[in-house]
């Protein structure tokens, strides 16, 4: 039985995917589990796996081709069988059962295969691999000759593109596909969420000793902001709901989605059950979602899922800010640094380590005062010495 390979859906807003390059070729061998092709979406680019077993076979999208979510764009048949003819209905949505092909349908299978395809190929054939060297380099694949099997872009071609000197760019740059991405979604989420702001100044010390004693190496200040809030959340439901255009959804888990900056725009990697894990693990997860989000690396399920965002802009100085809600978030923690400042101290002036957190809330989802007790519940763990002895 024929198995469809269709274009997924890796976000709410996505509707296209872009076809980067085929790792396996028409009538290849692919045993389920093996990278099929790398796609581009709007926030990441990854290879889709195979998910059966069989032969490669009547693939209908190419290399550079933009693909509607749902589209079949191609099939893995048994040997010896061929891909279904499909009417236009049947190549969008979820893929029907698959008829096997007599021989005597071939030659319409071979005609409906070659009307799906583009009479151009829409952009140079080019490895994964120099793909990403590509981007690393700030490198256009367009201006390369490739020289590897039927012209294939190698990484050694477009090392050796970037060793050549270009000219200077122009002064007007069209946006990536993450800063348009981000561009469309805070302008969405900013004219038609109704946000609304609270703030709270936060005495650190407590923060900075429990630092301080775990290791100033192995934990950040966010690693300690996620494993609180994702704690105090459980008490809050509704902080961690999210609005389903009609109504309120209380998410079943605690998922804190961390904004981390790369060099295109800002992306929210997400650490699942951030309320049941240790700050050991917390911490585990937090870097290695970095590091792969700065080198271009991001997996489909590194990006979803999220109920809760934090945005720390402290180590860049910043003292407050307000952040945007990421739709259909309920809210969006924004951090800023720690820095001393003169308080009060029973009545008396002292130099505290004091930091700022706003929350931003919906209000469709929070009052005033759901998000005020949670932002007070916040703020008490945060200056408890025992909050970090059950981390």
């Known amino acids: 039985m024929a198995v469809s390979v269709v274009m997924p859906a890796l976000e ?5 995917g872009k076809v980067l390059v085929w790792i396996k070729k028409e009538g290849d061998k692919v045993v389920k589990g093996e990278p099929l092709l790398e796609i581009e979406t709007d926030k990441v680019s990854f290879e889709l796996e195979a998910q059966a077993d069989g032969i490669l076979a009547g693939v209908r999208s190419r290399e550079g081709d933009v693909v509607p979510v749902g589209q079949i764009i191609a099939w893995l048949v048994a040997p010896g069988e061929l891909p279904p003819v499909e009417s236009d209905g049947a190549s969008r949505g979820m893929a029907e059962q698959a008829r096997p092909m007599t021989t005597a349908s071939a030659p319409a299978a071979a005609a409906a295969a070659a009307s799906a395809l583009p009479a151009v190929a829409r952009g140079p054939r080019i490895s994964p691999k120099a793909r990403r060297i590509a981007e690393e380099k700030g490198v256009d694949i367009a201006k390369i000759q490739g020289t590897g ?3 294939q872009i190698t990484g050694e071609d477009v090392l050796k593109a970037a060793e050549t000197p ?5 002064a007007a740059e069209s946006l990536s596909a993450i800063a348009r991405l981000m561009a469309e979604r805070t302008t969405q989420s900013w ?3 109704p946000h609304f702001f609270l703030a709270r100044d936060v005495d650190a010390a407590a923060l900075n000793a429990a630092r301080e004693q775990l290791g100033r190496d192995k934990f950040t200040h966010t690693d300690f902001l996620i494993a609180l809030v994702a704690r105090v959340l459980l008490d809050h439901p509704k902080m961690n709901a999210s609005w389903t255009g009609s109504a309120i959804r209380l998410n079943p888990a605690v998922n804190i989605s961390l904004a981390i900056a790369v060099p295109e725009g800002v992306v929210g990697a997400v ?3 951030a309320a049941t894990i240790a700050i050991g693990e917390i911490a585990t997860q937090r870097k290695d979602l970095a590091e792969r989000a700065k080198a271009g690396r991001l997996r489909p399920t590194d990006i979803t899922g999220g109920t809760f965002t934090i945005s720390n802009l402290g180590m860049y100085g910043i003292d407050a800010f307000s952040a945007i809600i990421t739709s259909p978030q309920a809210a969006v923690l924004a951090v800023g640094r720690i820095t001393d400042r003169v308080v009060a101290v029973n009545g008396q ?3 505290r380590p004091v930091m700022t957190i706003t929350l931003s809330s919906d209000h469709r989802v929070v009052d005033g005062a759901q998000a005020a007790s949670f932002l007070n519940d916040l703020a008490g763990a945060l200056e408890n010495t025992g909050s970090y002895q059950k981390l």
Do not use: K, M
Not at 12 to 16: F, N
Not at 166 to 170: H, L, N, S
């Open 12 to 16: 709410l807003a996505q509707e296209t």
């Open 149 to 151: 099997p039927d012209g």
């Open 166 to 170: 270009v000219a200077a760019p122009a």
């Open 191 to 193: 004219t038609t969420v």
């Open 271 to 273: 650490i699942p059950n």
């Open 349 to 351: 002036p002292a130099v």
